[in-house]
C-alpha cells in the first residue's frame, strides 16, 4: 500500500520529472521497461503512447494505470524511474522500498515476437544508429515496404523513437519479421560494429563546427534586446511562457501546447510539408519564443535530435542584395566553418532531419511568399527570397524542419499549404502577466504595487496581454504608479508612457512631468519619427549610418534608448540600428505623422484606406513622396513587389488616431500649430466613419425570413480599435450608429482582451440590439470583463471556445441581469465547471424573458445541474437547454427532469454525451409527459438501455407536440433499435 501512495502523493513531482523537459524521452524508456517486464500488455501500451496527444496526458495516462495495477507495478515503476531520470531530475522524488529485480524474464521468451518485447530497453539502444540498416533488411526480405520505412523514420522522431517505430511496426508484422531484425542486430553486434557508429565516428571538424554554432547561437539568444537601450536582461530571468495553441481545430488536442509541441507530432495537418509556422500579434512575443528555443538548443536542455540549428532574422535577410546558394546563407549568416566546408554541407545534405532552420518574421520579408521561383539545387545561387520560400516549401533541402514565424494578416493561403501545422501565440494568459512582472521586479514591493494597479484597471490590463505592452508597462512602474488610477486605456497611452519615461531617464535631473517634457525633445522626435516614417513606408526596420544621418537622427538620440545596435551575423564590420520594436517604430512614424508640418494631408487619407485599395500601391506614392528623392523609384518598385506592409500601416493608423485624441492636445500645445492638429484629427474621424461606411454598404441584404447577419470583414476590428484609440465618443458614435444589423458576426478574428475593450466601447452606441458573435476568439475572462460596457445591447452573445471560466461568468452574470436585451447565451468549449451554474441559476430565477442557455462541451457534474435546476423551477421563459458533452449523469438528469417537468416554455433540451442511463432517461420520459412544449429531446452517446426507452415510449404515447428524441449511441443491441424505431417513429437512432 505504502508504495501506491508514493505513487499517489508525488504525482505532480513524478509528472514533471517525466515532462517537463519537452522530450518524450523518459516516458518512453520507462515504458520500455514495463512492457519488457510485462507489467503492461501491449493493448495498455497503445492507450498510453497515442500518437499526437500531449506528453502530459500521456504521463498522466501511465500513473492512473500504474496505481490500478496495484503495489507490484507501482514498485516496479518507480525502479523503472528511478533509472531513467537524471540524477538531478530525480532528486526531489523519493523511491524509498524501491528494489524491484529488472533482470530480464527469461521463461516467456519462446518467441521472436516476445523477445521484441522482453529485450526491448536493450534493443532500442542497439538499434538506434543502425535504424537505415534494420530496414533495408526488413525491405529486402518482403516484410517492409517503403511506406513502412518512412512511417519509421519521419524525421519528427528522435533515433529512439524510430527504434520504437521500427519494433512496434516489425511486432504488427509478426513472427518472421521478427525473426529478420533480431537476427540483423545479432549479426552487427558479432561483426563488432557499432551500432551507434554514426555518431561516434562523426568527424572532428564537423563536432567542431557544431561546437562552434552552439557557442554563437547561445551567445545571440541569452539577452533580450529589448532592454538594450536601457540594461540587460538575461532570457532566463525573465522568460515567461506565453500561451500556445493549435490554429486549427484537433480532435485528440486540447488546451495550450508547450514549447516542445512545436516540433512534435502535436497537430500535424500537413504529413509531407515540414515547416511549422508559429502566428501571433506583433509584440506577442514570437521572437522571443524563438530564442528561447535556440537558448534551449544551445545549452543541450530542447530539440536534442537537431545536430545544427540556423537562426535566421527575415528582417536582416531583407538587406542581403547579394544572390546566394544555400551553403553560402547558412555559412555566411550564421556560422562559417573554419575548415572543411564541403563536406559538412554536404553532411548536411545527407542528414536534413538533424537539421532545423528558424526563420523570425516572414512578414518583414519584402516579398512576399510566392511558390513561382522553383529551385531544388541547393548549390545554385538565387536571390535570398527565393531561398527562402524553396526551403520553406522543401523543393530544397526537403526534411529539414523550419520553424517560421510571422503576424497572421501577413499569411497567405499559397503559405499555408506548406505548413505541417500551424501554431497561434496569444501572449501571457492573465497568471503570466502576473509572473512576468514578478520576475522583471526582484523588488517584492514593486512587483505587487504594479499588479495592484493593473488590477484596478482592467483595459489596461487587457493590454498587458501582450507581452510587449506588459513590458513596457512594467518597465514604467514609476510612471504607471504616478499617473491617476484608470487614465491609461488606449495603447497609444503606453506608447507615450514609455516616450516620457525614455526621455525622462535623458535628462533625470530636470523636472519632465509637466507637459513641456515633449517639447524639450521635439527634434530628436522628429528625427526618430522620420526615419520611422520612412522606414515603414519601405518595409525597412534595419538602418545604416548612412540612413540615420540624412533623417538628422544624432548620437544623443540614439542614447535615448529608442534605437538599438541590430545584431547582424553576416555584417559585423558596420554598425546599424533598428527600433526597439517594430510597434515602437510605428509609435515614432505615428508621431511624425501628427507632429510634422511637411506631412501632406493625403498621407492620412492613405492610412486609413481599407487593405483591399492599398494593393494597388497607392500609398507606396504617399508615402514616397516624402522619402529622398534619389533613390525613391528604386524603393518604389521594391515596396510593391511586398505584401507585407499592411500589418504595419495598420498599427501606425491605430498610434496616429490615439495621437490625435482630444486628450493629448495639450501635449503638442508648443510642438506644431493647433490648427494643423485640429485638422488632422477631423481627417482621420471622417476617415474611420467612411471606412466603417463602406464595411456596412458591403453587408448583403438578408434573404426573406432571415435576419440581417454582418460578417467582420479583416479591417473591421482594425477600425474599431483606432476609434477606441481617439476616445471620443462622439466619433464612436458617429461611425456605428448607422450601422443595422441583426447579427454581428466576428468568428476567428483574433479577439482578445484589448479587442473586447475597443468593440464594447464602440458597439455601445448601436441604436438596435444585436446578437453579438463571437466563437473562437481568445476573449478569455478578462475580455469577458471588458465587454459588459455593450452587454445592454446585446441580444444574444455567442462565446464558444474563449477560455473562460467561472469568474468571467460570474461577473457576466452579474450585469447581464440587469440588462433587458440580454436573452441568449452560448457558451460551448470554455472552461466552466459546476461553480458558474449557482450564477446561471440566479440568472434564470432573476429574468423571466431569458430564452436560450447553451453550455455544451464543459466540466458540469450532478451538482451542477441540481444547481441549475433550482433556477429553471422558478423560470417560465427558458425555451433552449444544451448540456452537450458534460457530465451530468443519471443525478443530474433526474434534478433537471424535476425542475422542467411542468415546463411550458421548453422547445430543446440537449443532454448528449453525458453518462445518462436508464434512471435518468425515465425522469425525462416526464418533461414529455407533462411538458406543453418540448419539441426536441436530444440523448445521443449517453449509456440508456432498454428500460429507459421503455420509459420513453410510453411517455410519448400520451405526447403530440415532441417532434423527435435522439437516442443514437445508447445502450442498445441492433435488434433493440429495430424493434424501438418500429414502436416510435419520433425515434432517431
Ligand atoms: P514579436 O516577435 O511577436 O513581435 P517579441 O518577441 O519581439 O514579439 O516580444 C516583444 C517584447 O516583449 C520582448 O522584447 C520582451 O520584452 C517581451 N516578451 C515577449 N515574449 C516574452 C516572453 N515569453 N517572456 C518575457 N518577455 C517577453
Request: aromatic share 6%; net charge negative; glycine share 6%.
Amino acid at each position: 500500500m505504502f508504495i501506491q501512495e508514493l505513487v499517489l502523493k508525488q504525482r505532480t513531482e513524478i509528472l514533471n520529472a517525466l515532462c517537463s523537459s519537452g522530450s518524450a524521452e523518459h516516458l518512453e524508456r520507462v515504458l520500455d521497461i514495463l512492457l519488457a517486464q510485462g507489467e503492461l500488455t501491449w493493448e495498455d501500451y497503445q492507450n498510453i503512447q497515442v500518437p499526437g496527444r500531449a506528453l502530459y496526458t500521456n504521463a498522466r495516462q501511465l500513473l492512473d494505470l500504474v496505481y490500478t495495477k496495484g503495489v507490484d507495478t507501482c514498485e516496479l515503476f518507480l525502479t523503472a524511474l528511478k533509472l531513467v531520470l537524471p540524477e538531478e531530475q530525480g532528486a526531489g522524488l523519493s523511491f524509498s522500498g524501491c528494489c524491484s529485480n529488472l533482470e530480464k524474464k527469461e521463461e516467456s521468451q519462446n518467441t521472436a515476437t516476445q523477445a521484441l518485447l522482453t529485450d526491448r530497453p536493450s534493443l532500442v539502444s542497439k538499434l538506434q544508429g543502425c535504424i537505415d540498416g534494420a530496414l533495408e533488411a526488413l525491405v529486402v526480405s518482403g516484410h517492409f515496404t517503403s511506406g513502412d520505412c518512412n512511417e519509421v523514420r519521419l524525421p519528427i522522431y528522435t533515433p529512439s523513437q524510430q527504434a520504437r517505430r521500427l519494433l512496434d511496426h516489425v511486432r504488427s508484422k509478426g513472427e518472421s519479421a521478427a525473426k529478420v531484425v533480431l537476427h540483423y542486430i545479432q549479426q552487427k553486434q558479432e561483426s563488432g560494429s557499432s551500432l551507434n557508429q554514426e555518431k561516434r565516428t562523426l568527424p572532428k571538424e564537423f563536432l567542431k563546427y557544431q561546437k562552434k554554432l552552439v557557442s554563437s547561437v547561445s551567445a545571440q539568444s541569452c539577452f533580450l534586446s529589448t532592454y538594450g537601450g536601457t540594461s540587460h536582461m538575461s532570457l532566463d530571468d525573465i522568460y515567461t511562457e506565453g500561451q500556445l495553441e493549435l490554429a486549427h481545430d484537433c480532435a485528440d488536442v486540447h488546451g495550450p501546447l508547450g514549447l516542445e509541441d512545436i516540433i512534435g507530432t502535436v497537430g500535424t495537418v500537413n504529413e509531407e510539408a515540414d515547416t511549422v509556422l508559429v502566428s501571433g500579434e506583433a509584440g506577442s512575443g514570437k521572437s522571443t519564443l524563438l530564442q528561447r528555443l535556440h537558448l534551449l538548443w544551445a545549452r543541450g536542455e530542447a530539440l536534442q535530435d537537431f545536430m545544427f540549428l540556423f537562426p535566421f532574422s527575415c528582417r536582416r535577410l531583407n538587406s542581403e542584395h547579394r544572390e546566394l546558394s544555400v551553403q553560402e546563407l547558412l555559412f555566411q549568416h550564421c556560422c562559417w566553418p573554419d575548415r572543411e566546408q564541403e563536406e559538412i554541407f554536404q553532411f548536411i545534405l545527407d542528414h536534413p532531419n538533424l537539421i532545423l532552420f528558424t526563420f523570425d518574421g516572414l512578414d518583414e520579408l519584402k516579398q512576399s511568399f510566392s511558390d513561382e521561383d522553383r529551385l531544388c539545387c541547393p548549390t545554385q545561387r538565387a536571390p535570398v527570397h527565393i531561398l527562402l520560400f524553396n526551403l520553406i516549401q522543401g523543393s530544397l533541402m526537403k526534411g529539414v524542419w523550419k520553424v517560421v514565424t510571422s503576424r497572421p494578416e501577413a499569411v497567405r493561403p499559397l503559405l499555408r499549404k506548406h505548413l505541417r501545422k500551424e501554431v497561434l501565440l496569444n501572449g501571457f494568459s492573465p497568471s503570466g502577466i502576473g509572473c512576468f512582472v514578478r520576475k522583471h521586479h526582484r523588488d517584492h514591493t514593486v512587483a505587487a504595487k504594479v499588479l495592484e494597479s493593473l488590477q484596478t484597471n482592467t483595459a489596461l490590463l487587457g493590454l498587458c496581454h501582450n507581452p510587449v505592452l506588459c513590458w513596457i508597462v512594467s518597465q514604467c512602474h514609476k510612471e504607471l504608479l504616478g499617473c491617476g488610477e484608470g487614465s491609461l486605456q488606449t495603447i497609444t497611452d503606453v506608447y507615450l508612457m514609455i516616450l516620457q519615461h525614455f526621455l525622462q531617464h535623458q535628462s533625470p535631473l530636470k523636472s519632465t512631468m509637466g507637459l513641456g517634457w515633449l517639447q524639450e525633445h521635439l527634434k530628436s522626435v522628429l528625427h526618430l519619427g522620420q526615419l520611422a516614417f520612412e522606414g515603414i513606408g519601405n518595409t525597412c526596420y534595419i538602418f545604416s549610418c548612412t540612413e540615420l544621418e540624412t533623417c538628422g537622427v544624432t548620437e544623443k538620440d540614439i542614447c535615448m534608448g529608442f534605437l538599438i545596435q541590430s545584431k547582424d551575423m553576416s555584417s559585423a564590420h558596420s554598425k546599424r540600428y533598428e527600433f526597439l520594436h517594430v510597434t515602437m517604430q510605428c509609435f515614432f512614424a505615428a508621431l511624425y505623422i501628427v507632429l510634422s508640418s511637411n506631412i501632406e494631408y493625403s498621407t492620412i487619407l492613405k492610412l486609413f484606406e481599407p487593405q483591399d485599395m492599398r494593393k494597388t500601391g497607392l500609398s507606396s506614392k504617399c508615402f514616397g513622396a516624402c522619402l529622398p528623392s534619389t533613390d525613391q523609384q528604386e524603393k518604389i518598385v521594391r515596396r510593391e513587389a511586398t505584401g507585407a506592409e499592411t500589418p504595419n500601416l495598420q498599427i501606425t493608423a491605430t498610434f496616429v488616431s490615439g495621437l490625435l485624441s482630444q486628450r493629448h492636445r495639450s501635449l503638442w500645445l508648443h510642438c506644431c500649430p493647433s490648427a494643423m492638429m485640429e485638422k488632422k484629427a477631423k481627417q482621420v474621424s471622417r476617415c474611420l466613419s467612411k471606412v466603417m461606411q463602406k464595411h456596412f454598404k458591403s453587408i448583403p441584404q438578408p434573404v426573406a425570413g432571415e435576419k440581417k447577419s454582418m460578417h467582420a470583414m479583416p479591417d473591421f476590428v482594425w477600425v474599431i480599435k483606432c476609434i477606441y484609440e481617439m476616445q471620443e465618443s462622439r466619433v464612436a458614435k458617429d461611425a456605428i450608429s448607422k450601422l443595422e444589423v441583426d447579427h454581428l458576426k466576428l468568428t476567428y478574428c483574433n479577439i482578445g482582451p484589448v479587442e473586447c475593450t475597443a468593440l464594447a466601447y464602440v458597439l455601445q452606441h448601436l441604436r438596435n440590439p444585436v446578437g453579438l458573435q463571437l466563437d473562437n476568439n481568445s476573449v478569455g475572462d478578462v475580455g469577458v470583463e471588458q465587454l459588459l460596457p455593450c452587454l445592454h445591447i446585446c441580444n444574444s452573445l455567442y462565446l464558444r471556445n474563449n477560455n473562460i471560466t467561472d469568474e468571467g461568468i460570474r461577473k457576466l452574470i452579474a450585469k447581464g441581469i440587469q440588462c433587458d436585451n440580454f436573452r441568449k447565451i452560448a457558451l460551448f468549449n470554455n472552461k466552466l465547471t459546476d461553480a458558474c451554474t449557482r450564477h446561471f441559476s440566479h440568472l434564470l430565477k432573476i429574468k423571466q424573458d431569458f430564452l436560450s442557455l447553451r453550455l455544451g462541451n464543459n466540466n458540469i457534474t450532478a451538482e451542477g445541474a441540481k444547481q441549475l435546476a433550482e433556477g429553471l423551477k422558478l423560470n417560465h421563459s427558458l425555451q433552449y437547454l444544451g448540456l452537450w458533452g458534460n457530465k451530468i449523469g443519471d443525478a443530474g438528469a433526474e434534478a433537471l427532469a424535476g425542475a422542467l417537468e411542468n415546463s411550458k416554455s421548453l422547445l430543446w433540451l440537449s443532454l448528449v454525451g453525458n453518462g445518462v442511463g436508464s434512471a435518468g432517461a425515465c425522469a425525462l420520459a416526464n418533461i414529455i409527459k407533462n411538458s406543453t412544449s418540448l419539441e426536441e429531446l436530444w440523448l445521443t452517446e449517453n449509456c440508456i438501455t432498454r428500460t429507459g426507452v421503455e420509459c420513453l415510449i410510453q411517455a410519448l404515447e400520451h405526447n403530440t407536440h415532441v417532434k423527435s428524441v435522439w437516442l443514437r449511441n445508447n445502450d442498445l443491441s441492433l435488434e433493440e433499435v429495430e424493434e424501438m424505431t418500429q414502436r416510435e417513429s419520433r425515434f432517431i437512432f
